[in-house]
């Protein structure tokens, strides 16, 4: 499976979870096919930095309550903000861009400007500071 096609799965598994008001895992669990290591890799990364990444959507999607937004916005934002915070192998633009395509496909009509805009300042201030994951920054690893 690629990459693209493993963070659709992650978001709509994302969603699925909102949606029903249940853990990831539990969500994982009544999967009769099992999803690709990408997309568990993903999940489980969300999971574990749940409140921080929660608290990046709240603090910089400005004028939006997270639990007013869209249920796929979130499914979304969650996504690429994990995939942003758990290394920094896969570029930047390709997190927004492929994340925006799925807004168009899945959300709103004024989705995909919003999460561009908020994954936007989101990746400048982890992709320039530093990983969640306790990694040197981007810069650092570049000098």
């Given at each position: 499976m ?5 963070r659709?799965?992650?978001?709509l598994l994302?969603f699925e ?6 853990s ?7 999967l ?6 990408y ?11 749940e ?5 990046l ?20 934002l969650?996504?690429a ?5 758990r290394?920094?192998k896969?570029p ?7 994340s925006?395509s ?5 959300s709103?009509s ?8 908020v994954?936007?300042?989101?990746a400048h ?17 570049e000098?």
């Amino acid at each position: 499976m690629k990459k693209t096609d493993s963070r659709e799965r992650a978001v709509l598994l994302l969603f699925e979870s909102d949606s029903k008001g249940q853990s990831v895992a539990l969500t994982l669990e009544s999967l009769e096919v099992a999803p690709d290591n990408y997309v568990v890799e993903l999940l489980n990364s969300f999971v574990e930095f749940e409140d921080k990444i929660n608290g990046l959507i709240t603090e910089n999607s400005k004028g939006w309550a997270t639990e007013r937004m869209p249920a796929m916005d979130r499914a979304v934002l969650r996504m690429a903000i994990t995939e942003l915070v758990r290394d920094a192998k896969t570029p930047v633009g390709t997190v927004i861009s492929e994340s925006v395509s799925l807004s168009e496909r899945y959300s709103t009509s004024e989705s995909p400007k919003f999460i561009n805009g908020v994954l936007g300042t989101i990746a400048h201030k982890v992709r320039g500071v530093e990983l969640l994951t306790g990694n040197k920054s981007v810069t650092d690893q570049e000098n």
